[in-house]
């Protein structure tokens, strides 16, 4: 798997290796300041995994796709209120880092920059 994702020409979107890590792993680990691609994130959590959820609270959140997560087993949310611009996805063991929030621009249409670490 390449190890830099940008949403660039070449089509190498977040969303790619965000989906297959997360059908990969057992416990997610999520942090974003913007969060309104709840899908992602909800069928994670339907489909078992244990899941970690940090978002921000401001006027980027969707309170819609927070809804749609919130009360849902095996998923706690945490809300951060200010100052928090953190984004790192950990899957079991391997991590997304970077700028790409848990949004539809940020896991598909902006050009972002995240790294995959992977390795001991």
């Given amino acids: 798997m390449s190890r830099v994702f940008s949403n660039g020409p070449s089509g190498d979107f977040v969303v790619n290796p965000f989906g297959r890590l997360a059908a990969m792993a057992s416990r997610l680990y999520l942090a974003a300041p913007y969060f309104t691609a709840a899908d992602h994130v909800r069928e994670a959590a339907k489909g078992g995994k244990s899941i970690q ?25 945490r809300y951060l209120t200010r100052r928090f611009h953190a ?5 079991d063991d391997t991590a997304l880092v970077g700028s790409s929030n848990l949004t539809d621009g940020g896991l598909v249409s902006n050009r972002e ?8």
């Avoid at 959140?61 to 706690?76: E, F, M, R, Y």
């Avoid at 920059?113 to 001991?120: Q, V």
Wanted: overall charge neutral.
């Fill in 53 to 77: 959820l940090i978002v921000g609270l401001n006027a980027a959140t969707s309170p819609q796709a927070l809804s749609q997560v919130v009360g849902i087993p095996n998923l706690a949310v």
């Fill in 87 to 91: 984004k790192i996805y950990i899957f």
């Fill in 113 to 120: 920059a995240m790294i995959c670490l992977d390795l001991p």
